[in-house]
């Protein structure tokens, strides 16, 4: 009997150990998520318009297929890419944040030049593409695309959040890297769903509530969802360059040159007078200039190399 207590304390105290462990992986998770808000706004930003144009029916199997591409691409692409990186070569992040960070300014720069008339994205060859595509074909090519983006915006988004996870064990980085997968692919597809199927319950409110309050409030959502979606476009395009900006910025500081992010700080701080609310609102709003000045620049190199190489390596009809 003295044994078989023995025996139930020591699996008491492993599994209370355990239990302080996934608290721990937990914390750190969410406090690593919290570093990559911007990529996960812009992420949950863009990803509604892959299903623009679809059936109702096919929106909600659409974005599913996303959010397992999207666990796919964090799990078992990205989680194992970053340890490798963060425990053999540390020197490499740097560079590779800045590379995306340039990517994402490209992307913002793009969308607000389209808007002024000034080019033409790949998103405008897309479009002229997909009007002679069959239904089912279309989603697989749509599908594949969105995969592709959430491929650059998951992998600012872990490589983030992997920076902001206190130094400690091989196994303990993984777990709460892992955590960080699963917890934000769930919020930000979850959140497109949401987005997605507002309006079909705000129609399905308005013509079927035998309650008037019910009824209006179902035409409110219908009405409001269209100027919703285009607020989270400008939203996303906004925390796009807010984050390219800023991954640039703390980039160039990782690799010895921090005259820009003390020049940041201290303009940011001098127009804040003692709010941390403003200081950080004038330093993204910065950030974001700066992201917008460096994605014009490699527009002309996205219009030369990087259009091409999408068009070329994007899903098509067959």
Same mark, same amino acid.
């Given at each position: 009997?003295?044994?078989?207590?023995?025996?139930?304390?020591?699996?008491?105290? !492993?599994?209370?150990?355990?239990?302080?462990?996934?608290?721990?992986?937990?914390?750190? /998770?969410?406090?690593?998520?919290?570093?990559?808000?911007?990529?996960?706004?812009?992420? /949950?930003?863009?990803?509604?318009?892959?299903?623009?144009?679809?059936?109702?029916?096919? @929106?909600?199997?659409?974005?599913?297929?996303?959010?397992?591409?999207?666990?796919?691409?964090?799990?078992?692409?990205?989680?194992?890419?970053?340890?490798?990186?963060?425990?053999?070569?540390?020197?490499?992040?740097?560079?590779?944040?800045?590379?995306?960070?340039?990517?994402?300014?490209?992307?913002? %720069?793009?969308?607000?030049?389209?808007?002024?008339?000034?080019?033409?994205?790949?998103?405008?060859?897309?479009?002229?593409?997909?009007?002679? !595509?069959?239904? %089912?074909?279309?989603? @697989?090519?749509? +599908?594949?695309?969105?995969?592709?983006?959430?491929?650059?915006?998951?992998?600012?988004?872990?490589?983030?959040?992997?920076?902001?996870?206190?130094?400690?064990?091989?196994?303990?980085?993984?777990?709460?890297?892992?955590?960080?997968?699963?917890?934000?692919?769930?919020?930000?597809?979850?959140?497109?769903?949401?987005?997605?199927?507002?309006?079909? +319950?705000?129609?399905?409110?308005?013509?079927?509530?035998?309650?008037? %309050?019910?009824?209006?409030?179902?035409?409110?959502?219908?009405?409001?969802?269209?100027?919703?979606?285009?607020?989270?476009? !400008?939203?996303?395009? %906004?925390?796009?360059?807010?984050?390219?900006?800023?991954?640039?910025?703390?980039?160039?500081?990782?690799?010895?040159?921090?005259?820009?992010?003390?020049?940041?700080?201290?303009?940011?701080?001098?127009?804040?007078?003692?709010?941390?609310?403003?200081?950080?609102?004038?330093?993204?709003?910065?950030?974001?200039?700066?992201?917008?000045?460096?994605?014009?620049?490699? !527009?002309?190199?996205?219009?030369?190399?990087?259009?091409?190489?999408?068009?070329?390596?994007?899903?098509?009809?067959?």
């Amino acid at each position: 009997m003295s044994g078989l207590l023995a025996l139930l304390d020591d699996v008491a105290g !492993i599994a209370k150990i355990a239990a302080s462990s996934v608290d721990d992986v937990i914390s750190q /998770a969410a406090k690593a998520g919290s570093k990559a808000a911007g990529a996960i706004i812009d992420d /949950a930003a863009v990803s509604p318009k892959y299903v623009q144009g679809f059936r109702a029916e096919r @929106e909600l199997p659409i974005i599913w297929r996303i959010a397992k591409g999207s666990f796919k691409n964090k799990l078992l692409y990205l989680l194992p890419v970053g340890l490798l990186l963060v425990n053999f070569a540390p020197w490499a992040i740097a560079p590779l944040l800045m590379l995306g960070g340039g990517y994402l300014c490209f992307e913002g %720069a793009e969308k607000v030049a389209h808007v002024l008339g000034w080019g033409h994205g790949h998103e405008d060859y897309e479009g002229k593409e997909d009007a002679a !595509i069959d239904p %089912a074909k279309l989603e @697989e090519k749509k +599908v594949q695309g969105a995969i592709k983006t959430d491929f650059i915006l998951s992998a600012e988004i872990m490589t983030i959040s992997l920076a902001a996870i206190p130094e400690s064990n091989f196994w303990m980085e993984a777990s709460t890297l892992a955590a960080v997968a699963i917890m934000i692919t769930i919020a930000v597809y979850g959140s497109v769903a949401l987005i997605v199927k507002a309006d079909d +319950v705000g129609l399905a409110l308005a013509s079927r509530s035998p309650l008037a %309050a019910t009824r209006a409030l179902g035409r409110g959502i219908v009405n409001v969802m269209p100027h919703f979606l285009k607020a989270l476009t !400008i939203i996303g395009t %906004a925390a796009m360059l807010w984050v390219g900006g800023s991954i640039i910025v703390h980039g160039l500081a990782e690799m010895g040159w921090h005259g820009p992010e003390h020049l940041i700080y201290g303009i940011a701080k001098s127009v804040a007078g003692g709010s941390g609310f403003i200081e950080w609102t004038a330093k993204a709003a910065i950030d974001g200039v700066l992201g917008l000045a460096v994605g014009f620049a490699l !527009i002309p190199l996205g219009e030369r190399v990087i259009t091409p190489i999408w068009r070329k390596f994007a899903p098509k009809a067959v």
